[in-house]
């Protein structure tokens, strides 16, 4: 006898495609912790003019064509695993479009304030993170081939000899590449979903929540589905079976756990009342040309990576520097730390930020400054650094 289904009874997978609109394969380590997806396949809002002899709408062609949209909202988590990629390595590789990078870890041969260096070569470039002691920092500068230059100084300096984590860091690149995600419910009977071609638009990470949060947004080829799948879509011969998830890591970050790095000479700000950093890749899918039903490929355009932020406002001196940054227009940077645990830290790294001049909102028992819309900038594809460890 059937039943309702419950909409707790579904897993999420998201992997990154060879080639534009052809199914990736889903595998137990692309499994996500998501909290939705919503997607939504329509007709192309076509307008009939024939002379029908009626007031009656007598229908389109089925094969008309359609328009895939979706929005997918996920909690961070940690690494499931030091040699693998990230759980999310997928969603923001295809959202920044360059390669991830690993940093395999390294021994610490000195360290004084923000210059870092090796016992061997770190084959580190600007952009890459570097972890220690529950703490995450990118690399502003490469000194030499053994020395680097941070961001922002660890809290505990390392020790000669100590050990750097691991980390994976996701930088921007020239063109965007597309993923499949895949949606798997119990009981098996049940209709599941696949959007191949997903193109992650636009990407939104929210600060100081309950728990810290990931949304996507954007356009996919379409919604192919177990019930009606036909051999071909999606480069398929059959609708693929759910891996195994036996191992799956549950764990998930919570929101007000972090660090925040802003200024023009970066300072650690424990004011922070929120922050929301935002992407928008402003792509377009090739399809409108003729001869085909579905998009075939990713036309993306220009980037745009903005953050708000929110702080208590005090009489200090690094607070009023802000602010005067904002009226004069100087660039500075803003890092945010998500976590403060090894093996569940995010760290976003926009290194030049243009602030606007805060609202003062005096609603509250504290008056809080509120910095909106400030745009990050760049030279070239390095306006914003995602990286975990």
Not at 50 to 62: E, I, N, S, V
Not at 102 to 112: E, L, P, R, T, Y
Not at 215 to 243: I, M, R, Y
């Amino acid at each position: 006898m059937s039943n309702y289904i419950s909409s707790n009874n579904n897993r999420f997978y998201a992997a990154l495609e060879q080639s534009y609109g052809a199914a990736a394969a889903s595998t137990e380590w692309a499994r996500i912790p998501a909290v939705s997806l919503k997607a939504r396949r329509q007709r192309e809002r076509l307008q009939r003019k024939d002379k029908t002899g009626t007031r009656t709408f007598a229908g389109l062609p089925a094969t008309s064509r359609y328009r895939t949209t979706f929005e997918l909202t996920t909690y961070m988590a940690g690494l499931a695993d030091a040699g693998r990629q990230p759980v999310h390595g997928a969603m923001f590789e295809a959202a920044l479009g360059g390669a991830g990078m690993k940093f395999n870890g390294g021994a610490v041969a000195a360290s004084m304030g923000t210059r870092v260096g090796f016992a061997a070569p770190h084959q580190l470039t600007p952009g890459q993170a570097v972890a220690h002691a529950g703490e995450i920092r990118f690399v502003a500068a490469v000194v030499d081939a053994a020395t680097i230059q941070l961001n922002a100084p660890f809290s505990t300096p390392p020790d000669t000899a100590a050990q750097i984590r691991p980390s994976y860091t996701y930088l921007p690149g020239a063109e965007m590449k597309s993923a499949t995600v895949m949606d798997f419910w119990s009981p098996e009977t049940a209709v599941h979903r696949m959007l191949p071609g997903a193109v992650f638009d636009q990407m939104e990470m929210q600060v100081n929540g309950d728990f810290h949060e990931f949304k996507f947004t954007g356009s996919a080829a379409d919604v192919v589905d177990s019930a009606s799948f036909v051999s071909g879509q999606a480069g398929l011969e059959q609708f693929p079976a759910e891996p195994d998830t036996a191992g799956f890591d549950y764990t998930i970050v919570p929101g007000h756990l972090g660090q925040a790095w802003i200024g023009t000479v970066p300072t650690q700000f424990f004011t922070l009342a929120s922050a929301r950093v935002s992407l928008q890749n402003n792509a377009e899918l090739r399809a409108r040309e003729f001869g085909f039903s579905l998009p075939r490929a990713i036309a993306p355009g220009e980037r745009d990576v903005r953050v708000d932020f929110a702080v208590y406002a005090q009489d200090d001196e690094q607070t009023k520097a802000l602010y005067q940054a904002a009226r004069q227009q100087s660039p500075m940077s803003v890092m945010l730390q998500l976590g403060q645990q090894d093996g569940q830290l995010c760290g976003i790294f926009l290194k030049s930020v243009i602030a606007e001049t805060p609202e003062f909102d005096d609603g509250q028992t504290r008056l809080i400054w509120h910095f909106k819309n400030c745009r990050a900038q760049g030279t070239g594809d390095d306006e914003i650094a995602i990286a975990f460890a």
